[in-house]
C-alpha cells in the first residue's frame, strides 16, 4: 500500500517538473447566484496529467468554482478556457468527451443497476442513430474493472452499500473516457476504508495520462494524493502549488482559524497536521 | 447484449399481440344492436348477407372509437413517462399535474366563447395543456420540490381545482355551454368523427417521434442536472422541448376525448415494472400499455353496465387509484 | 454579542381580528336592508316589526352563522393539515374531502333518492374519501404523505364519479345539485348550523392543544420526539380533527376550498413564525368567508354568485403565485 502511495509520489513530481501545457484553466472568472457573487476575479490553471484538490473552508466558494470550471454555471464575467478555447463556446458533446463531472448529489431513478448507470457514460461518444458499439462496451467493462464493481453489474443501485455506490459512479465517469475529470467531494461520507480505495482509483487514473480536479474537505488527504492544491478562501485563491509549498502553519491560519504543527507522515511522507486548536486557544 | 435485445423483441411482441387482441374485441363487443356473432362475420369476410346496420356499427361507430382509444392512450402513456423523467417523479402524471385540467379549461374557453363542442378544439387545447405544463416546469423548481415528490401532486391538485372553479363559473353565466360542457368534461371516446382521429393521430405521431430523438437526453437527465451537462447535454433545451411536445401530446388526447386521468400514470408504472427505470427502454412499452389500457378500460366501459355506458374516465380512475398507491408505497418519500 | 429576544403577544391581533369580524358580522346584517342601524340591533333580539325580525333572524342571520361556523371550522382545518404535512397547499380540498362530501351530496340530488338530507350524506361523503384515504394508505403512521396521495387519488374518483351523474341526471336535477359542486352559503340547514357549532366547541380546544405538539414537528419527526412529542398520537389527533371540522364545513356550505388554504396563510403572516397560528386562522376563515359572501350577494346584483367560485376567483392568482414563488423564499 504505501510502496504504491510513494511511488504514485515521485511519478507526480516528475511531471510536474516536465511542466506540461494546462488543458483547463480559468481567467478574471466571476460566478455568483443572482446578485451574490461567490467566486471573484479568480484566475488559474489546472496543470495537466496531475491531481488537483481544491481546499478551504466551508463556503469559501470551491464547489462553485468546480461548477463553473464544468459549465454548470455560467461566468458573469471572465471566462473558462478548455484547450485554450472558450468553454461555453463549445458543442456540449464534444466538451463532455474531454470533461467528465461527478457532482456531488447523486440521484438516481430507483431500480436502476450499477451497469446501465455505467453505461451512461458512454453517450457523449454515440450519435443520433449509431447505438451502441463495441468500444462502447470495451469502455464500460474497463471502468467497471478500474473501480472494481464488475461483480455489482446486475444489482440495482439503491441495494449495494455506499462505497460501492460511490464506486459505481465513478465507474460512470470514468467510462466517459475523457482527459479531463472533475470530481465534487468524491468521499464524502464515506468511512476510511472507502476513501482509500477511491483514492486509489483516482490515482491509478493519473497513472493512466488523466488529469484529476478534485473538491476535498478532508486536507490531511488532499496532502496525500494530491500533487497541486488551490486552497480558495471567500471567492478567492490564497495560494497554489505544491502541498509542500502550499500547506503551511500561516495559511491553515488564514484559511480555517487555527493553529497546527505540520509534519511529516513517517510511513507515506505525506504532510499531517498536529496539534490542531483554534486561535486565540491553548491546547 | 444479444440476449437483451432478444428479451425487447419478446416483450414488443407480447405487447403488440395484446393490442391487436384488444383491437378486434373492441370491434366485437359494445353498444349497439349488432352482437359479436354478426361482427365477427363480417370481420372475417362473410358480410354480404349482413344489413347496412351491421357495417355501419362496425366502422363508422366502433372503429373510430377504438383507434382514438389508441392514440390517446399512446400520448397519454408518452407523456407520462416523460414527464416522470423531467421531473424526477414517479407521480408525475398529466392529469395529476393539471396539465389535462389546464387543456380542458382552455376547451371550456373555447367554448364559452362560441366555439363548438363537437369540433376539435386542439388549438386552445395546447395552448391550455402548455400552460399547465409551463407550471408544472416551474413548481419543479421551486426548492423542496426535488426532495419531495409529493408537493409536485399538491401543486397540481390545487391547480386543477382552481380551473375547474373558475370552469364553474363559466358555466353557472352560460347554459350553451353548460350543455355542450357535461357530456365533454366526463372523458368520452365515443362519437368522435373520423376527421378528429386523423387529426389527434397525427399530431401524436409527429409527438412522438420528436421525442424519440430526444431519449437519450432525458434518460441522461434522470440523473440530475449536473450530470446531464457532464454527458455533453443542454438540460432546459431538453426540458423545454419535453414539455412542449407533452402539451401537444396532451392538448391533442384532450381535445380528442376529454380529461382522462391515470393513464399516464399507470403505463409507465407497468412499463417500469417491466424493463426498468431508464426512459430509453421503457417509453415504447408506456406508449403501447398506454393504448392497451385506455382501450380495455374502454371496453370494460361499454360492458359493465349495458344498455348504458360508463364514462372511460371513470374506468381509467378506479385502475389508477390502485396504482397510485402501489407508486405510494414503493417509493421512499420523506415523512411528514 | 448580546441579542434581543422578542416575546411577541398575539392577544393584539387577537382582538384586532375579532374585531373585525364582528364589525364584518354587523355589516353583514345591516348591509341593503331599508333598517336603521338601531333598528337591525333590536331585530337581533328579536324588537321590533315582524318583517325586520324575519329579515334578521330568519334570513340573514343563519346565513352570517353559517359563513362564520364554516370559515372557522375550514380555516382551522387548513391550518392544521398544512402544518402537518409542511406544505401550504395541503389543504383538505386538495387532498379529496370535498370531492367525497360533493359526490355524496350530487348523488343524494341526482341519482339516489334517499330520506337522508344532502348535508348530512355530504358529511358521510366527506368521511368516506377521509376513510378511503386512511385505509388505503395504511394509515397516517409514519408514512403520513401517502394519506395525502392517496386522498389526490380519492379525490380524482369521486371527481369522475360527479361529472358523470351530473352528464346522466336532467338538466332540473343538475341544477338542483350544482351548489354542492361550487360551494353556496344558500344550501344551509339549521340543523346544521348547530352540529357544526358544537363540533367546533369541541374541536376548537383540541385544536390549540394540538398547535403546540404541531410546532415542534415542524421541524422534524426526530426533533420532536427528541422533545417528548408523542408524534403518532399527534397526527391521528390532528387529521381526525381536520376530517370532522371539513366534513361539518363542506355539509354545511358545500366545497369552498380556497378558504382553508388562505385563512392560514394571511394568519401565518399576521403574527410570528414560532407559533402554528390556529386561532388567527380561524378568525381569518370567518372573515374572509362573510367578505366574499358578501361580494357574491352584492357586487354582480341582481345576479349571485356562490361563495365558492368568489373565494376561487379571489385565492386563483395568489395560489399561482404560491405554485411560482421563486426559491428559497419562506416555507412552512
Known amino acids: ?283 | 447484449m444479444t440476449l437483451q435485445t432478444n428479451r425487447t423483441v419478446y416483450r414488443m411482441a407480447l405487447v403488440l399481440t395484446a393490442l391487436a387482441l384488444l383491437f378486434f374485441v373492441s370491434l366485437l363487443f359494445g353498444a349497439g344492436p349488432v352482437g359479436w356473432q354478426d361482427s365477427l362475420w363480417l370481420l372475417t369476410g362473410h358480410g354480404e348477407g349482413l344489413g347496412e346496420q351491421v357495417h355501419f356499427t362496425l366502422f363508422e361507430l366502433r372503429l373510430p372509437r377504438t383507434l382514438l382509444a389508441i392514440i390517446v392512450g399512446a400520448g397519454l402513456g408518452a407523456s407520462g413517462v416523460v414527464l416522470q423523467t423531467v421531473t424526477r417523479n414517479t407521480l408525475a402524471e398529466p392529469g395529476l399535474l393539471g396539465v389535462s385540467a389546464g387543456a380542458s379549461f382552455a376547451i371550456v374557453m373555447a367554448i364559452y366563447w362560441g366555439a363548438s363542442a363537437s369540433a376539435l378544439n386542439l388549438q386552445a387545447a395546447m395552448a391550455g395543456a402548455l400552460a399547465g405544463c409551463l407550471l408544472v416546469l416551474a413548481a419543479s423548481q421551486v426548492s423542496g420540490t426535488r426532495q419531495d415528490p409529493v408537493r409536485l401532486i399538491l401543486a397540481g391538485a390545487a391547480l386543477s381545482g382552481l380551473l375547474l372553479a373558475i370552469s364553474s363559473v363559466l358555466l353557472l353565466l352560460d347554459q350553451r355551454t353548460a350543455d355542450e360542457m357535461r357530456f365533454w368534461l366526463i372523458g368520452a371516446l365515443a362519437g368522435r368523427p373520423f376527421e378528429a382521429v386523423r387529426f389527434s393521430g397525427l399530431v401524436t405521431l409527429a409527438g412522438i417521434c420528436v421525442l424519440l430523438f430526444r431519449l437519450p437526453a432525458l434518460s441522461a437527465l434522470s440523473l440530475g442536472h449536473a450530470v446531464a451537462v457532464g454527458l455533453g447535454h443542454r438540460p432546459w433545451q431538453v426540458q423545454l422541448t419535453a414539455l412542449l411536445v407533452v402539451a401537444l401530446l396532451v392538448g391533442a388526447a384532450t381535445a380528442a376525448a376529454g380529461p382522462i386521468a391515470f393513464i399516464g400514470l399507470v403505463a409507465p408504472f407497468a412499463a417500469r415494472a417491466w424493463v426498468g427505470p431508464d426512459i430509453r427502454n421503457s417509453f415504447w412499452p408506456s406508449l403501447l400499455l398506454g393504448s392497451c389500457i385506455l382501450l380495455a378500460a374502454d371496453i370494460i366501459s361499454r360492458l359493465v353496465v349495458i344498455p348504458y355506458e360508463l364514462p372511460v374516465g371513470v374506468v381509467t380512475a378506479f385502475i389508477g387509484a390502485p396504482v397510485l398507491l402501489a407508486v405510494v408505497r414503493r417509493q421512499r418519500m420523506p415523512t411528514l | ?332
Open chain 3, 1 to 332: 454579542m448580546k441579542t434581543n429576544i422578542i416575546i411577541t403577544t398575539r392577544w393584539p391581533v387577537l382582538l384586532l381580528l375579532s374585531g373585525l369580524l364582528l364589525l364584518l358580522v354587523l355589516a353583514s346584517l345591516h348591509y341593503a336592508s331599508d333598517l336603521t342601524l338601531g333598528e337591525t340591533l333590536s331585530a337581533l333580539v328579536g324588537k321590533g316589526n315582524l318583517y325586520s325580525v324575519f329579515l334578521i333572524q330568519e334570513l340573514r342571520l343563519p346565513r352570517i352563522l353559517t359563513a362564520v361556523f364554516s370559515g372557522m371550522a375550514l380555516g382551522v382545518a387548513g391550518c392544521l393539515l398544512q402544518t402537518l404535512a409542511r406544505n401550504r397547499l395541503a389543504t383538505p380540498n386538495i387532498i379529496g374531502l370535498d370531492n367525497g362530501a360533493t359526490a355524496f351530496a350530487v348523488a343524494s340530488v341526482v341519482a339516489v333518492p334517499v330520506s337522508l338530507a344532502t348535508p348530512a350524506l355530504a358529511l358521510v361523503g366527506a368521511a368516506t374519501a377521509a376513510a378511503l384515504a386512511f385505509g388505503l394508505s395504511g394509515g397516517p403512521g409514519t408514512q403520513g404523505y401517502r394519506f395525502i396521495v392517496m386522498g389526490v387519488g380519492v379525490g380524482a374518483v369521486f371527481g369522475a364519479l360527479t361529472n358523470f351523474m351530473l352528464a346522466r341526471a336532467d338538466m332540473d336535477s343538475a341544477n338542483v345539485a350544482y351548489p354542492w359542486t361550487v360551494g353556496s352559503l344558500n344550501a344551509r340547514s339549521e340543523e346544521v348550523i348547530v352540529w357544526l357549532g358544537l363540533a367546533l366547541l369541541f374541536c376548537l380546544p383540541l385544536a390549540l392543544y394540538l398547535a403546540r405538539s404541531l410546532n415542534v414537528m415542524r421541524l422534524s419527526d426526530a426533533v420532536a420526539t427528541g422533545l417528548g412529542v408523542h408524534i403518532r398520537r399527534t397526527r391521528w389527533l390532528t387529521l381526525t380533527v381536520t376530517v370532522v371540522l371539513t366534513g361539518f364545513a363542506v355539509a354545511l356550505a358545500g366545497p369552498v376550498g380556497m378558504i382553508a388554504l388562505a385563512a392560514p396563510e394571511i394568519a401565518r403572516r399576521l403574527i410570528a413564525s414560532g407559533h402554528v397560528p390556529v386561532p388567527e386562522a380561524a378568525l381569518t376563515g370567518s372573515c374572509l368567508m362573510l367578505l366574499a359572501d358578501g361580494i357574491g350577494q352584492h357586487a354582480f346584483s341582481p345576479i349571485e354568485i356562490p361563495v365558492g367560485l368568489v373565494t376561487a376567483l379571489v385565492g386563483g392568482p395568489y395560489l399561482l403565485w404560491i405554485l411560482l414563488r421563486q426559491p428559497g423564499g419562506k416555507t412552512l
Open chain 1, 1 to 283: 500500500m504505501d510502496t504504491l502511495a510513494t511511488t504514485g509520489r515521485k511519478n507526480a513530481l516528475d511531471t510536474s517538473l516536465g511542466k506540461k501545457p494546462a488543458l483547463l484553466s480559468a481567467e478574471n472568472l466571476m460566478l455568483g447566484y443572482g446578485g451574490k457573487t461567490i467566486v471573484d476575479q479568480l484566475s488559474l490553471e489546472i496543470p495537466a496529467g496531475q491531481i488537483t484538490a481544491i481546499i478551504g473552508p466551508n463556503g469559501c466558494g470551491k464547489s462553485t468554482l468546480l461548477a463553473g470550471l464544468a459549465r454548470l454555471m455560467k461566468p458573469k464575467a471572465g471566462r473558462v478556457l478548455l484547450n485554450g478555447r472558450c468553454i461555453h463556446q463549445q458543442q456540449g458533446r464534444s466538451v463532455a468527451r474531454q470533461l467528465a463531472l461527478l457532482p456531488q448529489q447523486m440521484l438516481a431513478p430507483d431500480g436502476l443497476t450499477v451497469a446501465e448507470l455505467v453505461r451512461f457514460g458512454r453517450q457523449p461518444h454515440q450519435g443520433m442513430l449509431q447505438r451502441w458499439s463495441d468500444t462502447d462496451a470495451r469502455h464500460v467493462e474497463q471502468a467497471m474493472e478500474l473501480t472494481r464493481v464488475s461483480a455489482l453489474a446486475g444489482q440495482p443501485l439503491d441495494e449495494v452499500s455506499g462505497g460501492q455506490r460511490q464506486r459505481a459512479w465513478l465507474a460512470m465517469v470514468v467510462a466517459q473516457d475523457t482527459p479531463l475529470l472533475l470530481l465534487d467531494e468524491p468521499t464524502s461520507a464515506l468511512d476510511l476504508g472507502h476513501q482509500l480505495e477511491v483514492f486509489e482509483v483516482i490515482r491509478q487514473l493519473v497513472r493512466q495520462g488523466k488529469t484529476i480536479v478534485m473538491v476535498v474537505h478532508d486536507i490531511i488527504a488532499a496532502c496525500r494524493y494530491a500533487d497541486h492544491m488551490i486552497a480558495m478562501k471567500n471567492g478567492q485563491v490564497l495560494a497554489s502549488g505544491t502541498p509542500d509549498a502550499v500547506v503551511t502553519e500561516r495559511l491553515m491560519q488564514q484559511l480555517y482559524g487555527v493553529n497546527c504543527q505540520i509534519m511529516r507522515d513517517p510511513v507515506s511522507g505525506s504532510l499531517l497536521l498536529a496539534g490542531v486548536n483554534r486561535t486565540g486557544h491553548v491546547l
